[in-house]
């Protein structure tokens, strides 16, 4: 119990004193559309990003695998000099959430599905229906904690292992996505749906190919829900522009390739492999 309150007492001092520097993690390229939310809502606050590519895809890893992968990824970070770190993955989010709380409590930890699941809660869908990756899904978290906060919403998770190498191996924009896309969306459980929730931080790079298919169904804009989540946590940071450092556990020309193409990220990405 004194344990409990010191680790919230700090927590409080940290939050007054305002976050100096955010680490963001994910298993490739899905975390830089929570980055590219970030840099926009707070462009003045240092980033550290880590791509722990080595281990692509986390959504096919089993929980011991993701929270092993996370625990050292977040220690990195933390000796990096992050006071706040986001958890730019959902499966890492479901799996791993709760334990990095406890291994790393002098840290703050924002996932990427507590905000989606509180603005679900306050806004007006009914149904929504939920695209993830098996571990995501798996892990039952967004049905879980929507029920407890508005159980009169109607959440369907569908598992889409697909997605995540499709857009890793850069077919979005081939027309082959499409395809996919609308092989998950036809499934007859997401009938009647009126918004659909980009349950894997890859997914938001399919929000067009989706729109187009998705008549009358609202895109849940999840990047900048968890963006806004974050600049709640800090303490009036500048307008300035801060420099972003990019780490990779598996340095390959494709992937920095596809975060030019798709992001317009031109940087020294370091390859940084964690034992």
Aim: charged share 20%; net charge negative; glycine share 8%.
């Amino acid at each position: 119990m004194v344990y409990a309150v010191g680790v919230s007492l700090y927590r409080i001092l940290v939050r007054m004193k305002g976050i100096t520097k955010i680490g963001l993690f994910d298993s490739g390229l899905g975390g830089l559309t929570v980055l590219q939310a970030l840099e926009k809502r707070l462009p003045g606050v240092p980033k550290i990003y880590y791509g722990d590519t080595l281990h692509l895809p986390y959504g096919d890893k089993s929980d011991a695998a993701i929270i092993s992968y996370s625990i050292k990824i977040v220690s990195f970070l933390q000796s990096e000099g992050c006071d706040l770190v986001v958890i730019a993955c959902n499966s890492a989010s479901a799996a791993a959430g709760k334990v990095l709380e406890t291994e790393f409590p002098d840290l703050t930890f924002i996932n990427v599905i507590d905000p989606v699941v509180t603005a679900l809660a306050d806004g007006p869908y009914k149904a929504v229906g939920l695209l993830g990756t098996r571990a995501t899904v798996r892990s039952g978290a967004y049905p879980r904690k929507l029920k407890a906060m508005n159980p009169s919403i109607n959440l369907c998770a569908l598992a889409t292992p697909l997605l995540v190498p499709l857009i890793e191996d850069g077919f979005v924009g081939s027309g082959i996505e499409f395809q996919v896309l609308k092989h998950y969306l036809d499934d007859p459980s997401l009938e009647g749906i009126e918004a659909v929730v980009p349950g894997c931080t890859h997914y938001p790079l399919l929000e067009d190919a989706a729109s187009s298919l998705l008549e009358g169904v609202d895109w849940i804009d999840a990047p900048a829900i968890v963006a806004e989540a974050v600049a709640l946590e800090c303490k009036n940071p500048t307008r300035e522009v801060s420099k972003t450092t990019f780490y990779l556990s598996d340095k390959t020309s494709s992937f920095m390739e596809l975060a030019a193409k798709t992001f317009g990220i031109v940087a020294d990405w370091t390859t940084k492999v964690l034992d």
